[in-house]
Structure formats: C-alpha cells, structure tokens
C-alpha cells in the first residue's frame, strides 16, 4: 500500500482540522514547504496537499498559491510526486495547477456540479486527475463537506472511472483528523468495486495497526495527516507497515 502524507493549507500554514470543521484548525507549521522537503527526505514518493481556503470559498488564496508554488519547487527537485485539490472547480483552476507543475489535481465538488468538466479535464491529462469522494453515511458530502447530498460513494466513482479518473480519494468525513482508524471494511469494498483503479483511503488513520489492517484488506494507497504531525509515528515507520519500504 502506497502512502501519501498530506498537507493541509490555510492562509498559507499547514493545518489539520477535525471532522472537516474550519473552526477547528490546528496550525502545524508555517512553512508548508519545508514540511514537504521533511516528507521527501523520510521516503515519500507523492505528497498529496489540499487547498483548504478553497475547498471551502471554491477560489484560490494567494497566501496559498505562493505556498504551493514553493511546495512543488521543493518536490520537483525532490522527484517526488504531486497531487492537489481543494476548491478546483474550472478547468481555469485545472490549468493553473498544472502550470505549477502538479502531477495529479484532485476534483471533488465538480464531479456531482459539472461532471463534463471533469470529464474534459481527464481526457486532456490522462493519468492527471483524481476524484475526491467524501462521504458520510455512505453519501457525497461536497463544498468542503458542508453540504450532503443524495449521491451514493459507489455511483459517482463508477462514473468518475467510466471518464477517465486516474483514482479516487475515499474520505469517510465522520473520521477525518479524528484518528480513531480509518473505515476499513468500506473503503475496501469501494476498492474492490472499481479495481484496478487506484483508491485511496482517507480519515482516521491514527495507529501503525491502522495502516496494517487497510493493507491487508486490499487498499491501494492512503492519505496519512494529523498523526504524523501530531507524532504518534513517523512517516518511514508508515511506509514500513503499509508494506511499500
């Protein structure tokens, strides 16, 4: 199982939240940048970043873009891999991405808004782009997950696959930044459903038996955030028992 650690990006300083909430942020690091080089140096082989301000404003903060823009500078010449969402929602904010040199863009509120959008952006980067699904109770939660909606986690990845969608990032919202482990036994399925095609796991993920129990149900790769920061473990321990040392 692959293991992408995440930074989280608010007014341009890497937090966590709990549960998705604004108003619980904890500010990590103040150079988000340097956090990504610590990533790299410890085995990462993809940093995965999201754009807080704009998941939840769905436009682009300038504290934010300078950020990401010496994240991507530090990774390039790290040959680590990319990948970025939060609030891309035009193909504009595809295209600007991608000018800074992200490898995957990760799209999550335009899949059930403007899936022709998505669809567009996967046939002119095959490979390139990644479908956020965050859900709750087994339902697409989007807007920064403020808003539910009645769109089953199970039809939208079938659709986000059936154009193009390189992986699907699984956010089991109820659990994310609360580390009390991840939702196992759904992600898998999810990941059975849609195989080969890369899912993703997210939220929760607190223990090193959490990273070993994803892995031994099949799940491809996760997203690991507020417990390396919060240091229960570190990033080349997580590695190790996710199987891909």
């Avoid at 991507?72 to 040959?79: K, N, T, V």
Wanted: glycine fraction near 12%; charge should be neutral.
């Amino acid at each position: 199982m692959r293991v992408y650690p995440a930074i989280d990006l608010l007014g341009g300083q890497a937090v966590r939240l709990r549960e998705g909430k604004r108003d619980q942020a904890t500010v990590y690091d103040n150079e988000p940048w340097a956090v990504a080089q610590r990533f790299a140096a410890a085995g990462a082989r993809r940093v995965h970043v999201v754009d807080l301000d704009g998941a939840f404003a769905g436009s682009r903060d300038t504290a934010n873009r300078e950020a990401l823009e010496r994240i991507a500078g530090a990774l390039r010449a790290a040959r680590v891999g990319l990948q970025v969402g939060g609030g891309v929602r035009t193909r504009a904010a595809v295209e600007g991405l991608r000018d800074l040199g992200v490898e995957r863009v990760v799209l999550g509120t335009a899949a059930i808004k403007d899936p022709a959008m998505v669809a567009a952006a996967c046939a002119a980067h095959p490979g390139g782009v990644v479908v956020a699904i965050d859900a709750r109770n087994g339902k697409v939660a989007i807007e920064g997950w403020t808003v539910e909606t009645d769109v089953l986690a199970t039809d939208l990845a079938r659709q986000m696959i059936a154009v193009g969608a390189a992986a699907l990032l699984y956010t089991d919202v109820s659990r994310d930044g609360t580390e009390v482990g991840p939702n196992v036994e759904a992600t898998a399925a999810l990941a059975r459903a849609v195989a080969p095609v890369e899912v993703i796991a997210s939220g929760g993920i607190g223990t090193l038996d959490h990273l070993r129990q994803l892995a031994a149900a099949g799940v491809p790769a996760c997203v690991i955030g507020r417990a390396l920061y919060e240091e229960r473990f570190t990033l080349a321990d997580a590695i190790r028992a996710a199987g891909s040392a």
